[in-house]
């Protein structure tokens, strides 16, 4: 019983921390494009 409870706990955590990985992507990519949109509108 506790085994199937600590394999569980650690999906969740696993998965927790993957969509995590992709959300900080997805605001590291929009900040980029943001500061490539300021350089193009001073050149």
Same mark, same amino acid.
């Given at each position: 019983?506790?085994?199937? %409870?600590?394999?569980?706990?650690?999906? #969740?955590?696993?998965?927790?921390?993957?969509?995590?990985?992709? &959300? %900080?992507?997805?605001?590291?990519?929009? #900040?980029?494009?943001?500061?490539?949109?300021?350089?193009?509108? &001073?050149?």
């Amino acid at each position: 019983m506790k085994r199937s %409870i600590l394999v569980v706990l650690m999906a #969740i955590l696993t998965i927790s921390l993957l969509s995590g990985c992709n &959300t %900080i992507r997805g605001a590291g990519e929009d #900040i980029e494009e943001g500061g490539q949109a300021i350089q193009r509108s &001073t050149t």
